[in-house]
């Protein structure tokens, strides 16, 4: 992702949190965490929308605010579950909707399509793993089941 887009970020969250500047953003844990989420969260469906070679919008403190991160597309809506490296996305267990397209960040700067899963493959409990005490959240390991070629945008 490029330094302009982060740089617009960053100026943004700024903005969001009523702070002076970057430095008194850095100054406190909380804003420099709230930072690496949003650039996380960002990235991950900037990435998404070059995937599918839609525009990517144009960054500022509204949009930051108002961020969902989901795609709309003619016939539904694909959501964006971003997650980093070395590690698996954790969902609920539940009764999706909608599709998903999995984005994992290998780097600060590298974001990578994994795959779209139908909302069959999200239904289907085979493809969770360590599941918690109540079945309810579990780690997603269905990617040899999502497509990465998407025609329906």
Not at 38 to 59: D, R
């Amino acid at each position: 992702m490029s330094n302009l887009v982060t740089n617009k970020i960053k100026e943004s969250v700024v903005e969001v949190l009523g702070l002076r500047d970057l430095g008194q953003l850095r100054d406190r844990f909380e804003g420099q965490a709230y930072l690496d989420q949003q650039i996380f969260k960002l990235h991950s469906y900037n990435a998404s929308l070059n995937y599918l070679g839609l525009p990517t919008p144009e960054i500022s403190k509204e949009y930051i605010e108002n961020f969902k991160p989901i795609i709309k597309r003619k016939n539904d809506m694909l959501v964006v579950v971003p997650f980093k490296f070395e590690t698996l996305p954790k969902m609920k267990i539940m009764d999706y909707k909608q599709p998903r397209i999995f984005v994992l960040c290998s780097s600060e700067r590298n974001y990578n399509i994994i795959g779209i899963a139908s909302v069959e493959v999200l239904n289907d409990k085979s493809n969770y793993i360590n599941l918690d005490s109540k079945g309810k959240i579990g780690d997603f390991i269905g990617f040899n089941k999502t497509i990465l070629q998407e025609i329906n945008v």
